[in-house]
């Protein structure tokens, strides 16, 4: 009897696990579309050039109802998603589109790059972000581009996803 049991709650938990990232990858691909359906839209309307964390909010919040957290500043975006029980640190190589990269401000060598800043993953491993100079919504990097900017500033590069809702 005591076999059954067991044998009941790995199914069930391999259950679960599936529920879960059948959920994570629906929730990921709306804010990808959402992400791409914002491309050339200022999507930072009260922090404008330097809004990369208010623009990724707003594309979060619009994709599935409620924004990541840490308002306008990455540093506290990065606090929020590190202690999500919503969000979860992915490898480079396990991230895909929808998910977040960031580096966040407060880390890095500010002489070589004052802020940190951060995104959303495209397909084929290019970034979308809010542009500093424009304010506008745009894919402007690539994961490469974005590590050799914000990496070799001494900036973290942390990628998230999202599990649920």
Not at 47 to 61: K, L, R, W
Not at 152 to 161: D, I, S
Request: aromatic residues 10%; contains cysteine.
């Amino acid at each position: 009897m005591n076999n059954i049991k067991q044998a009941l709650v790995q199914l069930l938990q391999k259950l679960l696990t599936m529920l879960n990232e059948q959920l994570s990858d629906q929730l990921r691909e709306k804010i990808y579309e959402t992400a791409c359906a914002c491309i050339g839209e200022d999507v930072s309307p009260v922090q404008g050039a330097y809004g990369c964390a208010e623009s990724v909010n707003t594309v979060v919040e619009r994709a599935i109802g409620v924004p990541v957290g840490g308002q306008y500043s990455t540093y506290w975006m990065y606090m929020t998603l590190k202690d999500s029980l919503k969000w979860m640190e992915v490898s480079e190589g396990d991230s895909e589109y929808g998910d977040i990269i960031i580096s966040p401000t407060g880390f890095g060598n500010r002489k070589i790059l004052p802020n940190g800043h951060v995104g959303i993953l495209a397909k084929g491993a290019s970034v979308m972000s809010n542009n500093s100079e424009t304010s506008l919504w745009e894919q402007n990097y690539t994961i490469t581009t974005w590590k050799e900017r914000y990496g070799k500033a001494g900036y973290p590069v942390k990628f998230y996803r999202i599990f649920s809702a």
